[in-house]
């Protein structure tokens, strides 16, 4: 989602309340307008545009930092697969939704994780960043380059490949 997609309201309201936390009222005062309108289009973000909450959240949670629509541009524009074993969020779901994957940490898994290339860069140099997958950024740690652990995660995909197709069969 594009800063463009939000009207001018939706935008200040996004920046000062959903992003910086701010209080409905306190965004009503510094923007000039009546509460009931930044109430409006907090639900108006919220409730229609579930992506772009998606991608708040997981710029707050990771503590990106850097220009948020900078992240949201990065996010959209790129192949939503693990950079190592190229497994997709969709298949991830699928093994999930089959029992062909079955792990113990229920909060991690489902979904792709940001993975830093070179795993002491900051977040918010965004050209060091992928999606990876729980596993393979798991065992990656700081430990193994991203060149080394591409020969890694070829192996991984070969994993997946065959318990996908358990289910396409
Ligand atoms: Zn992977």
């Given at each position: 989602m594009?800063?463009d997609d939000l009207?001018?309201l939706?935008?200040?309201?996004?920046?000062?309340v959903?992003?910086?936390s701010?209080?409905f009222?306190?965004?009503?005062n510094?923007?000039?307008?009546?509460?009931?309108?930044?109430?409006?289009?907090?639900?108006?973000?919220?409730t229609?545009?579930?992506?772009?909450?998606?991608?708040r959240?997981?710029?707050?949670?990771?503590?990106?930092?850097?220009d948020?629509?900078?992240?949201s541009?990065?996010y959209d524009?790129?192949?939503?697969?693990?950079?190592?074993?190229?497994?997709?969020?969709?298949?991830?779901?699928?093994?999930?939704?089959?029992?062909?994957?079955?792990?113990?940490?229920?909060f991690?898994g489902?979904?792709?994780?940001?993975?830093?290339?070179?795993a002491n860069?900051?977040?918010?140099?965004?050209?060091?960043?992928?999606?990876?997958c729980?596993?393979?950024?798991?065992?990656?740690?700081?430990?193994?380059?991203e060149?080394?652990?591409?020969?890694?995660?070829?192996?991984?995909?070969?994993?997946?490949?065959?318990?996908?197709?358990?289910?396409?069969?």
């Amino acid at each position: 989602m594009k800063k463009d997609d939000l009207t001018k309201l939706q935008q200040q309201v996004f920046d000062l309340v959903l992003l910086q936390s701010m209080t409905f009222q306190g965004a009503a005062n510094q923007l000039g307008v009546e509460l009931n309108d930044v109430r409006k289009a907090d639900s108006e973000i919220r409730t229609g545009m579930r992506d772009l909450i998606k991608v708040r959240d997981l710029w707050k949670r990771k503590k990106i930092g850097g220009d948020f629509w900078s992240f949201s541009g990065w996010y959209d524009s790129q192949p939503h697969q693990c950079i190592y074993c190229g497994i997709s969020e969709a298949e991830l779901q699928l093994l999930h939704d089959h029992k062909l994957i079955e792990n113990k940490r229920i909060f991690r898994g489902k979904t792709l994780e940001i993975e830093r290339r070179k795993a002491n860069e900051a977040y918010n140099n965004l050209g060091n960043l992928s999606f990876a997958c729980y596993w393979c950024n798991n065992a990656k740690t700081d430990t193994f380059s991203e060149d080394e652990f591409k020969a890694i995660g070829k192996a991984i995909g070969e994993v997946w490949r065959k318990r996908l197709n358990q289910i396409k069969r």
